[in-house]
């Protein structure tokens, strides 16, 4: 890919001050500007965004290498190329300064995760763990598995004290309500054992819908994954998160459940992360969660 005003002989380099501006902007934690050239590769000629010259702004390709976007070459080519926006507008001017705090920014139309202080986490709740940050009857919490971490970090949802599996943790206040509001309709995937065997209808019963006391309840999608003799293995998606629903939809089709681990939520999975364990969530995955709540 060719970056127009990359290499062109005797193409001006705009190190700053020519602007008046300071040759290297202190970028915050997690930037080098020590290594920052100050290039305004793909200026287009002399067209500048309106967005992107934030005073002791932080270089755009910067910001995108360090969410895991890529490398700083990768990136700056992602940018020649169009495919970054800044609220809203296509930046591809190399030398483009962003404030990662406020600015939303955006690779092929997907968020990234620009601040630097955000966390974004898959835990594996292992059973008998109040999904609670603190319990004042002394049960064990989620805290107790996270270590000595400064961040104040906000569980999206719930998972009752027996069920196990795939909880989000972040200390992004808007992206963990947004996740746990029925409204957005985030799909969750779960595993369940349940007295077998199971009937050929039962997957058409519950995606109509099974009447609980507090409304009908439907299941997006379902199926039996083994049957062993009176043990069955189901798994059942659903994007509403009533307390127990899963449990109760099961119950009042027959089949009450004597496990029950969750496995996906939007786009993370579960994997192999062990009980108790964490991992941070990749870009990809923070923006496709991003995107399923419309920010």
Known sequence: MKARGRNRPGAPVDRGRSRGEDPAPAGGAGYDDDLDTGDDWGDLDGERDDLTDVPGGVRLQKVLAAAGVGSRRH?????????????????????????????????????????QDAVYLAFNKPPKVMTAMSDDRGRRTITDYLGDRAERLFHVGRLDYDTEGLMLLTNDGELAHRLAHPSYEVAKTYLAEVPGPVSRDLGRRLATGVELEDGIAVADRFRVIEQAGSRALVEITLHEGRKHIVRRMLAEAGHPVSRLVRTTVGPVKLGNIQPGATRDLTTKEIGELYAAVGL
């Open 75 to 115: 990136c700056e080519e992602l940018i020649g190329a169009g495919r970054v926006e800044v609220d809203g507008q296509i930046v591809r001017r190399f030398g483009a300064r962003v404030d990662p705090e406020r600015q939303v920014i955006r690779v092929d139309g997907k968020r990234i995760p620009a601040r």
